[in-house]
């Protein structure tokens, strides 16, 4: 039996999907979507699952449990860009990252973008990742476009490891911000547009480089702003 096979049998666990495909997305209010890893059989998109990542207890916010990430070959990949079409966002999730190499890159939405002969794509794309420094870690944003190129790091911003952190990153039409338990992370003014639709992956960056190393039990995108007192599940505990 191959590993996606064992996940698939792990349906009494709270994991299900047929084939490579299952349903993944799940609407919250106000202009909002909610992914919750722990709960993959409620959502709805197709999903192809790689590795073998596993349900693991989540924090007691958001409900649901979670999903483990072994930092080499566990991965989702979701036909869906959420925040397509926003002009301005907030982009949450709750995760727990637990060490490991240095660079990860767990959470990338990426616009699908035409071929054009002898240019090369911008390559669109939101991502959330993380720098090791031994048991501590560095939140690592980033947002790409034809008229934006923005990595929110600051390496002096450190966290421990094995703990369960709310992450977001946001867009107010002017700033974009990064933030750690509700708490700034560093800002930059942004000349952001729209992203196109597109897909996504969780785990791992989209082209498979950079896996992820711990749990992560909720992704939530609002289509318009939110300040820090506006975020869900600040506190997961």
């Not at 799940?26 to 349900?55: K, N, Y």
């Not at 959420?82 to 890159?105: H, I, K, N, S």
């Not at 600051?154 to 094995?162: A, I, K, M, T, Y």
Request: glycine share 14%; aromatic share 12%.
């Amino acid at each position: 039996m191959d590993r996606r096979q064992l996940l698939v049998g792990g349906a009494a666990a709270g994991v299900t999907a047929t084939g490579a495909c299952a349903s993944l997305i799940g609407a919250g209010g106000s202009g909002q979507e909610v992914w919750r890893f722990g709960e993959l059989e409620r959502l709805g998109a197709p999903l192809t699952i790689e590795g073998a990542p596993r349900r693991v207890e989540g924090p007691a916010s958001p409900p649901g449990g979670a999903l483990q990430f072994d930092g080499v070959d566990d991965a989702l990949f979701i036909g869906r860009h959420p925040l397509a079409g926003a002009a301005t966002f907030a982009f949450e999730a709750v995760f727990r990252p637990d060490g490991g190499a240095f660079e990860q890159r767990w959470l990338h939405l990426q616009s699908d973008e035409a071929v054009i002969p002898g240019q090369t794509p911008v390559g669109t794309r939101f991502l959330f990742e993380i720098r090791v420094y031994d048991q501590e870690w560095a939140l690592d944003t980033f947002v790409k476009g034809p008229t934006y190129n923005q990595t929110l790091l600051f390496p002096d911003r450190r966290h421990p490891v094995g703990r369960w952190f709310h992450v977001a990153q946001t867009y107010d039409g002017t700033t974009y911000r990064a933030f750690v338990d509700g708490e700034l992370q560093g800002e930059a003014a942004l000349a952001f547009t729209p992203q196109g639709p597109g897909r996504a992956s969780v785990g791992t960056r989209i082209n498979r480089v950079n896996y992820f190393n711990g749990a992560i039990a909720e992704a939530r995108f609002t289509r318009r702003f939110l300040r820090p007192d506006q975020f869900t599940g600040v506190h997961p505990g």
